[in-house]
């Protein structure tokens, strides 16, 4: 399965619509995650039109997004034998050495997910804390808060091998 990752679009605030590069990039996935600060339904109408779409309640998305039943606080999903959690923020429980030096063994197994697909901080990011896959796919519009062409995610799952591929765009 090939799923394509997308975040802080912020549009029409950083672009009017979404960039040709990026709805072209975005061919031939099977779904596509899009972890908030999205503003506008068209965003996720425009990629309804290349795959499934499914995102995540951005700190900045208001009304009638909020509305649209693709959009949740969270999604777990069970993608691939995979339990994948689409979120806007890291969960800040990651951020910290404490938990992030903590053996899996340690925290009750059914509470963590395998991957974390998040946005927020309009940076890449691939990681991994106490065997949790952290990914961002940055901005296509917006990457590290300057306007203009950026990144899109590519998260792989095949026979239970998980690759994470960041394209700029």
């Keep these: 399965m090939r799923i394509g990752l997308v975040s ?92 992030r030096d903590r053996q899996p063994t340690e925290r009750p197994k059914d509470e963590d997910p395998d991957i974390i697909v998040f946005g927020h901080e309009h940076r890449t990011v691939v990681d991994n804390a106490s065997n949790i896959l952290l990914v961002s796919p940055g901005s296509p519009t917006f990457l590290h808060y300057n306007r203009g062409l950026g990144t899109v995610g590519f998260l792989e799952i095949k026979d239970g091998k998980v690759d994470v591929n960041i394209v700029r765009l």
């Design 8 to 99: 802080d679009t912020h549009i029409p605030e950083a672009e009017r619509e979404l960039p040709r590069e990026l709805l072209t990039a975005l061919q031939g996935v099977d779904l596509i995650l899009h972890a908030g600060d999205i503003y506008v339904r068209s965003v996720l109408d425009d990629l309804a039109q290349i795959a499934p779409v499914l995102a995540a309640r951005g700190d900045d998305d208001y009304g009638m997004i909020l509305a649209d039943e693709r959009v949740k606080e969270k999604h777990i999903l069970n993608l691939e034998g995979r339990k994948v959690w689409l979120v806007h923020q890291r969960p800040y429980y990651l951020t910290t050495a404490w938990w």
